[in-house]
């Protein structure tokens, strides 16, 4: 069992180390090919269509989806669904990316006829620069030679590898070129971490506070015992008689004074008030309230417009937006 074992790890490490080295290669072979191909898409007035058969198409979907991902209008395209009306999707301004490691895949050869009648660019991704993608397409790059990982030399490991980070490659440069940035980003990943750290403001989060919700400054502890009464939240803004914030009181505060048994009829709330309280104005991010709150070791704070209190934020209202640091 323990050779068994030593046999399958040592065969793991064989796969990571020759895939590795292929990525490496590919990394080094990288050049003007590559160059035309991004301004290929960077230059497309159309969308891009990514397609492939078997291990390829799955890397295609990827590739397709990391385009998207990333503001390039991308989708991928099953070749054999291609051949019975599928191609009705692939228009004159469009990019084909025909990914194929033989480039000789019968599904793929077969719609490329088509292609051409319909006037789309063919871009062939293949380990064949004799094949019949790389003679047709408009630009072919070719992968350098590798050995698949599997022991027999046959399943498609390291070569699909390298095409899935051919493809990132494509993304990411385009994309770069293109000044794809983090609020694009959250447009197209409204409901990822990122995106709604980009875009969740504290207003959308947090606990609205109306003016009844809030104790006048020189008011007594029985009333602010009233207004704890009325809300969920850990502390209540002290105000102004105009509206201003003033300050806060915790509910912490207020447990410890109960247990000392003042009288909460003729005990006015001076001394209780934190005049100089933590607070985020209304267009404050989210994250950004989250990490201040995380700073000072609060639980919440008053969000503030225009000098007066319209809400309280909390760490766990931001928490269960599933926004976190």
Partial sequence: ???????????????????????????????????????????????????????????????????????????????????????????????????????????????????????????????????????????????????????????PTTSTTVAMVYGDALAVAVSEAKGFTKNDFAVFHPAGSLGKKLTVKVTDVMEKIEHAQCVEKGKMLVDAIKVFSRQQTGIIPVNFPDGRLCGIITNGTLERVLEEGVDIYHTGLSQMVNELPVYVEAETMAIEALRIMMEHKIKSMPVILEEKVIGVISVTAILNRGIYL
């Fill in 1 to 155: 069992m323990v050779d068994r074992e030593e046999r399958m790890l040592a065969t793991a490490q064989r796969v990571v180390e020759q895939e590795t080295e292929a990525v490496r290669g590919l990394g080094k072979s990288l050049g003007k090919v590559f160059l035309s191909v991004c301004r290929e898409v960077d230059s497309c007035q159309g969308k891009l269509i990514v397609t492939g058969m078997g291990k390829s198409g799955h890397v295609a979907r990827k590739i397709a989806a990391s385009m998207a991902s990333l503001g390039i209008c991308s989708f991928f395209l099953h070749p054999a669904e291609a051949m019975h009306g599928d191609l009705g999707m692939i228009q004159e301004k469009d990019v084909v990316i025909a990914i194929s490691y033989s480039g000789e895949s019968e599904e793929i050869v077969k719609i490329i006829p088509n292609i051409k009648i319909i006037g789309a660019r063919l871009i062939g991704i293949t380990n064949n620069k004799e094949s019949t993608l790389a003679r047709k397409s408009d630009i072919v790059q070719v992968f350098p030679d590798m050995m698949e990982a599997c022991h027999l030399g046959l399943a």
